[in-house]
């Protein structure tokens, strides 16, 4: 059987833990939704406080998941992510190991 | 979305939503977009404006619908943070298509106009061609830039065209370009729907915690 305990505890193990982490999993699902999103909308729908979405963010810029632009609007500094082709990657293979391991038999 | 995470399916949805306000939905800019043609088309078939000021007003139908269509994205729709809408490869194909089919119809025109006028280029200054020129010119690139969807293609490149005519004292008579009147009817139904779509993310960015 595949399905022992202890193949379970080893899929449980085996997801990304980059993902797996609540605030960095919130990020990677709104910006799997659209091409680019700014700052101000991740801190509006995640709840997130500023500091929190910008160690979350950079850690996944680093893990080669989300790319970062900064630009500036007027005097008004703006910064923006998208999800890397790579980073979209992850987060499929995240979710499918995860249903995986939450579905019977 | 996994089974587990219905915050994180809440979040997906909200932003795909909040996201088609970037690009497709157009909410009330839709309804003043289709109201500005059905405006230009019946004036411009029934009651044709003889004076040039009536005429140039008639004509800055597309510019205001473009302007208020960019504000009411800019500081409306996207009040939350811009949020770029995902285009899937099938919208980029259909978008180039139209590019190139103004770029061609347009470069049609205004080479038939330099055709005519080849002999009396005085005729180019003449009754408004000047900003005939203009209009058509323009169309491929507003095109390009402002109009993504078929309806709004089909409203843009109206307003763009009645204008374009209107300034050389002409228009479209009663039953031609009836696409335009029958797209608007939808576009103001759509719009409405859309605006009320974000009148309610709204509040639902606002249950969760989100002001503006």
Known sequence: MTDEPEHIARRFLSLDRMVHEPARLAIMTVLAEAEEVEFRFLEAVTGLTKGNISSHAAKLEVAGYISVRKEFRGKVP?????LTAHGREALASYRANLRATMEPG | MTPTDPHNSQLAILTRRYAAFSRSAGGLSSVLGGILVLITYFVGALAFPESLWARLALASAPIVWLISRQLLRNRYYQQFGRVAEPVPSSDRRMHKGMIIFTGVVAAGVISFVLYVARDEPA????????????????????????????????????LIAQAALVLTGSGYSLGHQIQAPIAAVFFIGIGIRQHLDFTRLRRELSQLGVSA
């Open chain 2, 123 to 158: 005729l180019l200054l003449d009754n408004g061609m000047p900003g005939y020129i203009a209009f058509v010119a323009a169309m491929p690139v507003i095109v390009w830039r402002y109009l993504h969807t078929p309806l709004d293609f089909i409203v843009g490149v109206f």
């Open chain 1, 78 to 82: 703006v910064t923006s992510y998208s």
